[in-house]
């Protein structure tokens, strides 16, 4: 992961973990509590994709053990978080921006539930039964209902954020992912502002911005046209 990845994950973790932990946990909401943290684990998977999801949910999860009043085992949020954003960033749209609003909730339901199952499962096996005296089934349907209602709110600004610390120059040219799409979007940009088609040769684009006269003066000069200047 890239140092501007790196700390803006750091960043947006802890500050979701200390508003669970000080106020939504506090607010003794029948069945489960909102999962702020799942979703800004969801919100940086959908936009870094599945290895940095992995990465950002087992940190975030980890702390989540750690952190007071923390009473169950250690690593066992750690390896639902990893899990859960390994399998968000799976789903991770094209540049990192969705076409339609569904897509993200539909990753948030699968996400609630998921880790509600996983997060019983992994205390079944370790021996906390806790998740069978509170009920299953309440607390999955809480958890989703939660996570709905605040994912408006919470993951469209996470994966905002995310995208516009993937648009510096600096940190575009620091990583292959972030080159590849850097030459995207340069060759893009050249094809417009030449009137070429960089990849293919064609001159559909400069014939549609000169005059005749203009055209057979590019023509003539075909041989300057070649490199990315244009003199």
Known sequence: MRLN???LSTALVVVALMIQVSVLARLQLPGAVPDLLLLTVLGLALVYGHLAGAFIGFGA????????PADHAAGRYALVLCLVGYVAG???PEHGRTRSVLAPLAVVVGAAIGSTLLYAGVGALVGDTAARHVGLAGLLTTATIY???LAPFVVPFI???ARRSENDPLGESAG???TARGADVAAGWLASGTGLSIGGGTRGGLRGRMGKARMARATRNSGRIKGVKRL
């Open 5 to 7: 990845r790196i700390l």
């Open 61 to 68: 999860g980890l702390l989540a053990d750690l952190a007071p």
């Open 90 to 92: 799976l789903f991770r």
């Open 147 to 149: 996570d709905l209602v």
């Open 159 to 161: 994966m905002w954020l």
């Open 176 to 178: 292959g992912g972030g």
